[in-house]
């Protein structure tokens, strides 16, 4: 080393040395950004820019090289051989071409260290045939030792130069690049001249064709000149490479700010991806970068995806797990590293796959039992009919209804009830067989559809098995809960042509199995559908009975039994039906509950008894029944209150009759109404007691101002020890709550004298008076011949009362 120094101190002209270590620094820097260049061009550009960093690399060993022999000063005349200096020149950019290249290939293992190596090589080679141009009045004398450390030491800092230039796109890297390949050229540049000792020979000439070092000074300018250009179009592409990927990380910024995937993609293969979209389609944690766009979507022709702008395409994406996701890509057009490629936005459509299925499942099913619903039923039912009309077999319809579906609810509550829908849903789907489907229709109605049975005798096999299922009850229902069912059966083509009729037939058929007593099945017959259309008829009538002026009230007196004295009348309903008749209210009272015809003419019935006692000149009681569907209808207390204000009638003088089968369905509602009304000063009733579901709990938790005890407890009180007995038990639970006692139906004198031998408060009845018009009763309602209070009356007296009545 003491000789290198010497060499450079005492043979060079230092400040051509710093030159020449500048220009080599400097083709060194542009060289290894040539080279990450080249890294991101494609197919003949790349070719280019490998070129035109050779060619930086190879000016650059060239220019030191000779910068530095013109800072070479030996004390004899001296000279370059033109050929050998162009050959140096060539020498080096072959062989520093040759080591990049063989650096950036991804195909050569250990690509980077190999060519760092034979640029390496390229030093040496440039150097020492440099050296041989070099032309002398002397000897050149080599120093093996020398010679072989600056190959080796050319070939070391070369072979680690471009592994450490390509580890990564950054100012930091490139420097320490361009730094090692800088020691790689100055290291085995003065170790070489080192290695040289020139003898002055005077008997060599230096030959006329020889570059003088003048010449030699030009053509190295003009070389540096051209590297430092090289070194300024390099940093215009850094500064240009600087912008695209602040451009770059923008959009990927953007990109990865989005929330569907996003990908560019040249025609084949994904440019860039998103997190997104990585994070949809590559599961395994690679990155999607690189890969082929059939890897992900191999379903998807090279048309489909140049075809698809601005036009959603629902593909299947693979991804790296195997799985298949649902997405929908959308196809745009963009500028994309200064060329044109495509951008596909990737939405991942699984929730609404899941929400479209779960649309269409609840638009063709129930959502509580999961069966199919009507439309499903309707749907299956016509596709069958397509079937057997042209086949010799049979299709039944089974028309399925839960006995006493609605007291389950009221008894248990809701929530019990759409239990046992389940149960019952599953009971059906267990006995079917393939090809057969239970449907619900809504409520507590199923229906089931049998094709191809051998004949019609077959359909009640179905029918037996549904209804041994419902011998078992469910184990999850309450104890205490049981279910049973009524089965009607029709059968095409026997019982009906055409798909409406043999609806038809099946609900008649089912309406005759619950008219003989429930829980058994019944095949259609011709004259089941004259009662149903009766039925329907009967239903159709009532619905239009207030519109048509056929309903009316009649009022029944209501007397204290200690005065004697009318205090009141409740208001029954009558419906006098054109053709049938007088229709006693026993008939067509549960079947406007059923219809849900009772909600308007409850209201009805309100509104009239009110403005007729609003009429009275006496200020008697007026007494209404309400129905369990008006008092849990939700809006009595608020029908009540306008009813009093448009009539003005006093609301104390208004008695709301409630049973207690109306308090079971929902006791907490039920009270809050029963509240409700009591605020507005209405006095309430329990009717009917002693009867249905008998509770003394409700004569404490709600607000009753008055039990009337029904008929069927009066009648034989003067016969039957048990029965006298069950009064008094009530006259004295009624004392106790202080809560006065009308008896209803008192038709006998035997009746009236027990009454009053246990101080009963009030009476209504036969004995007393017939529910009659209200002009009947006219001498009560204008004050006109009303027995005073303080007049005692005998029974002969109290059957006046009745006689003037009638």
Known sequence: MLKVYTCIATQHDLRLVALAAFICALASFTAVNLLHHVGRSESEMRRIWLAVAAIATGFGIWATHFIAMLAFQPAVPSGYNIALTIMSLLAAIALTGTGLTIGISPRVPHGRWIGGAIVGGGIAVMHYTGMAAFEIAGRVVWDVPLVAASIILGGLFGA?????????????????????????????????????????DPRIVISATALPADWMAAGVALVSILIILLAIIGLALDVRDLRRAGEAARMQELADAAVEGLIVCNETEIVAANRSFAALACLDGSQPAGRPLASFFPAVSQGEFTGTAQTPLEVGLCATDGSTVPVELIRHSMLYAGKQHQVLAVRDIRGRKRAEEEIHFLAHHDPLTKLPNRTSFNEKLEAEFATHRSAERCLAVLFLDLDRFKEINDLFGHLVGDAVLQCVADKIRGVLKPGQMVARLGGDEFAVIVPGLPSAGYATRTAEAILDAFNDTGANLPAGVTIGTSIGIAVFPNDAPDRETLLSHADAALYEAKMQGRGLYCVFEPSMGEHLRDRRQFEHDIRHAISRKELRLVYQPQAQLQSNEVFGFEALLRWDHPERGAVPPAVFIPVAEECGAILKIGEWVLRTACAEAASWQQPLAISVNVSAMQLHGGNLPELVGAVLKETGLDPFRLELEITETCLIKDIGRALAALRQLKSLGVQIAMDDFGTGYSSLSNLRAFPFDKIKVDQSLIRAVDTSDEAAAVMRAVFGLARGLKLPVLAEGVETDAELTFLRQEACDAIQGYLLGRPCPISDFAQHTSGKGRTPASRRQSNHELRLVKNSAA
């Open 160 to 200: 680690a130069a471009l592994p450490v230039a390509l580890h990564a796109n950054t100012v930091k890297w490139k420097a320490l690049g361009s730094l090692v390949l800088t020691v790689a050229i100055c290291s085995h540049h003065f170790t070489a001249m080192a290695a040289a000792a020139i003898m002055p």
